[in-house]
């Protein structure tokens, strides 16, 4: 039914900007109730809640990455952006979009989750 697909680059150089897209199918980023954000987990600690964005356009994000995190969508092609600046090692992560019906969940596949993909910052 519903499906996230995360893309972008698997690798990002500190200081760099990390990005990457959730191209959604079999539902709309626009549908009222769902939150469509970004839950990451690095290499041995748990599911980290980054942010989402909801079907109006408003913005929700975690007070810790907030100063460096933004989001944007384009509804024609059914998709969310993820944008982290000014990335270190710390942000070497699997960073998962997914859509959710309660704001900040980190259960997976609770409710729609994509399969994530690994990004590992590096010199």
């Known amino acids: 039914q519903v499906r996230l697909q995360e893309s972008g680059p698997g690798l990002v150089k500190p200081s760099q900007t990390l990005s990457l897209t959730c191209t959604v199918s079999g539902g709309s980023i626009t549908t009222n109730g769902f939150f469509w954000g970004w839950i990451r987990q690095p290499p041995g600690k748990d599911l980290e809640w980054m942010g989402a964005i909801d079907a109006f356009g408003n913005n929700y994000y975690t007070p810790s990455l907030k100063s460096r995190t933004s989001f944007a969508r384009d509804t024609s092609k059914n998709q969310f952006t993820l944008q982290l600046t000014s990335v270190t090692p710390e942000d070497t992560a699997v960073y998962y979009c997914?859509?959710?019906?309660?704001?900040?969940?980190?259960?997976?596949?609770?409710?729609?989750w994509g399969q994530g993909t690994q990004v590992t910052v590096s010199s």
């Open positions: 997914a859509g959710t019906r309660r704001l900040g969940s980190t259960v997976k596949g609770d409710d729609y």
